[in-house]
């Protein structure tokens, strides 16, 4: 699986045995984030699905994204849900902008046990 590289965001892919690791670097400042986003993500979700595994969304070293990529992520979660595919984001709680921004998704955390939202 390819890395993404989209103007200053980079998005770099670990496969490791049951996970696609997708480790977000830069930053996220794009006005449509979800036209780079969308596409790449399908991807990663089919390839998950098709094999077994699950996503984990890194955000660690992700200096800064905007309200539109919250946008794109909400939708990266709906459609990985649709797929079957367990989808975790891992942020730094640390971090007050990370903190606030991931919080606002835990209202998409389910019993189904497909969507999860960790701090480190």
């Known amino acids: ?58 955000f660690e070293e ?11 992520l909400i939708v990266v979660i709906q459609d990985a849900r649709r797929k079957k595919v367990k989808l975790s984001l891992v942020y730094d709680s640390k971090l007050k902008w990370q903190r606030l921004s991931f919080e606002a998704l835990r209202m998409f955390e389910k019993s189904d046990g497909l969507f999860e939202l960790r701090s480190v």
């Open 1 to 58: 699986m390819e890395s993404l590289v989209a103007g200053d965001l980079q998005v770099e892919i670990v496969e490791q045995p049951n996970v696609f690791r997708c480790n977000w670097k830069g930053r996220s400042t794009a006005r449509r984030p979800s036209d780079e986003l969308k596409p790449y993500f399908e991807k990663v979700l089919a390839a998950a699905a098709e094999q077994s595994r699950s996503v984990e969304m890194h």
């Open 62 to 72: 992700l200096g800064h994204f905007n309200s539109s990529t919250i946008g794109a």
